[in-house]
């Protein structure tokens, strides 16, 4: 599979292997790290980013992509819709139907509350599925919460949340308990202990995994249990505007059917956007790891409810998405490959990092690797450097692949490319949101009763997320927001159902002199469109 000129670069990296295994590169200093993202890290390129002119979060930046939705047109005309006319009345409204919403999903089921899910795809298709190397908690004895608190505010440069990254981190150890309650396979030793391993800028090895198919065995769990509660889950169903009440609180959503395109109205006591990430939207012509629907919906929808956002202008890139070959460009190789033991050399077969710091600056190291020093491996669609994946066997053993990350065995294998005998071509795949809704601990945002859980939310990672901590932050606060909006229906009033914000963001747009045709929420990528069974109307 490999072309000629990538094979004379695997010499070298052969020729090094046993030196470069035994190897322990040095971490960088802070001083090194902060200078290497300056320069190489893609949310430092300025003109990328533009000044957000209307909204909550007038004169912040964000990137390009996301501003001209953010000041998007809405999908609708208020004026042409009946509010009278309930399609759906439930206490509890979730947006979305990944890791986060299925998790509220089943806690505010549990609480007693009337509760529905709806998705613009169908439950499970989300960011939580194509996770794959695992999911922190700090619950091995030389371990604590403490420690792990301590990794994931330095990992997010110290600009998380702290009240957030508190009820991450300790509340970690009951989820990864919920969900082996509910059936998750977690890897387990022959007495029942769970396997942990390292992760990118952790300090103990607290990642608890199913092989490298983490997030589709805990997707796999949470729909069996909202499948079996009997949730309702509208699929392939939009929400395209939220309601408020006459209060300014969240009172529902407009939805859309996605193939007939009929507005349908939900009303409900309290709505959780639960909508995932943005990966689709390519920020910087980047690929992307990320599933169909990542389209930043949920800010949207909740930006133009009054919603405000935080570090909307900070997006990771996971060092290591496919670069070859071009048929999985930018999917996900996942972490747990360079926690194994496998790592980063460039087209010279030379080690230029150390394979766990953290993935910003695991992002940017390889940027200037190839950018910079001139010492990646050209593709037809790019650059990349080499992870030596056999160096996994050498350290762990044979078997070692097949047994841990079978989903890279056979995702290389259909290219002919055996992980276990040759590297493989990576370069960084634009792969989560750091930024998002603001929200309290009570997952709740500046809007009354609009509630966020998952991907959606700011704050909680600051301005870089750790590996493992996205799995657990969709179980944590999504888990909470089930609860808290359960608990605020239950006595919640409701005011007459408006529309009326839309109308005002409409006017903010045109006195900022915004006259973009462009519509938002995008709902799918700009490559679906077209095609007339994806296209909403
Ligand atoms: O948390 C993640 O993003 C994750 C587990 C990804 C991975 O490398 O497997």
């Known amino acids: 599979m490999y072309t000629d000129e990538m094979l004379e670069s695997i010499r070298k990296v052969e020729a090094r292997r046993a030196e470069n295994a035994a190897a322990e590169p040095r971490r960088m200093t802070a001083d090194e790290k902060d200078k290497l993202l300056e320069t190489y890290h893609p949310d430092y390129i300025t003109e990328q980013f533009d000044t957000i002119k209307i909204g909550a979060n007038k004169g912040e930046k964000a990137p390009l992509e ?5 000041q998007g047109k809405s999908r609708i005309d208020p004026k042409e819709i009946n509010l009278d006319r309930i399609d759906y009345d439930v206490d509890v409204l979730i947006i979305g139907g ?65 009240e957030l990254v508190y009820k991450l981190v ?22 029942g202990t769970m396997i942990t391993t390292h992760g990118g800028g952790t300090s103990r090895k607290r990642m608890h995994a199913a092989k490298d198919y983490s997030g589709a065995e805990i997707m796999r769990t949470l ?18 505007e939220l309601i408020l009440d006459d209060k300014g609180r969240a009172a529902g959503a407009v939805l859309q059917n996605m193939e007939t395109g009929d507005i349908l109205i939900a009303r409900a006591k309290t709505v959780i956007i639960a909508t995932g990430g943005a990966g689709r939207l390519h920020y910087q012509g980047f690929p992307t790891s990320n599933h169909y629907g990542a389209t930043a919906d949920g800010l949207v929808l909740a930006y133009r409810a009054g919603a405000r956002l935080l570090y909307q202008d900070t997006l990771q890139y996971h060092p290591t998405g496919a670069a070859f070959p071009q048929q999985i460009f930018g999917a996900l190789v996942t972490e747990k490959v360079r926690s194994l033991g496998a790592k980063l050399v460039n087209a010279d077969g030379e080690v230029f990092m150390h394979p766990l710091e953290t993935r910003d600056v695991c992002a940017a190291s390889i940027i200037r690797e190839c950018k910079a020093h001139k010492k990646g491996v050209q593709t037809i669609l790019g650059e990349g450097v080499w992870l030596d994946t056999p160096m996994i066997e050498l350290k762990g053993g044979a078997g070692t692949i097949e047994k841990r990350i079978p989903a890279m065995l056979r995702m290389f294998a259909k ?65 909470d927001a089930g609860k808290s909006a359960a608990k605020t229906a239950k006595d919640a009033a409701m005011g007459a159902l408006t529309l009326d914000h839309v109308n005002k963001f409409a006017a903010e747009r045109k006195n900022a002199g915004i006259d973009t045709e462009t519509l938002s929420p995008k709902l799918l990528p700009t490559y679906t469109h077209g095609n007339p069974r994806w296209e909403a109307k």
């Open 66 to 70: 996301l501003v001209e939705l953010l």
């Open 170 to 191: 300790t509340e970690a150890p009951e989820a990864i308990q919920w969900l082996n309650n509910l059936g998750v396979e977690f890897d387990k030793d022959k007495d």
């Open 223 to 240: 729909r069996d249990e909202v499948l079996n509660r009997n949730i309702p889950v509208v699929d392939f169903t939009a929400a395209i």
């Open 415 to 479: 290219y002919d490319i055996d992980i276990r005998k040759q590297p493989i071509l990576v370069y960084p795949t634009l792969h989560y949101q750091n930024g998002g809704i603001d929200i309290n601990t009570d997952c709740m945002s500046s809007v009354p009763n609009l509630f966020v859980a998952g991907e959606a939310v700011g704050g909680i990672h600051g301005r870089n997320r750790l590996m493992g901590n996205s799995l657990l932050d969709i179980i944590v606060f999504g888990r």
């Open 98 to 162: 990944g890791g986060a919403g299925s998790s509220a999903a089943i806690e505010a089921h549990k609480a007693g509350a009337n509760v529905m899910i709806a998705t613009k795809l169908r439950i499970g298709d989300a960011n939580t599925m194509m996770a794959e190397g695992g999911i922190q908690a700090a619950d091995k004895p030389n371990d604590s919460p403490a420690i792990h608190f301590l990794d994931a505010f330095g990992g997010g440069h110290f600009a998380a949340k702290k």
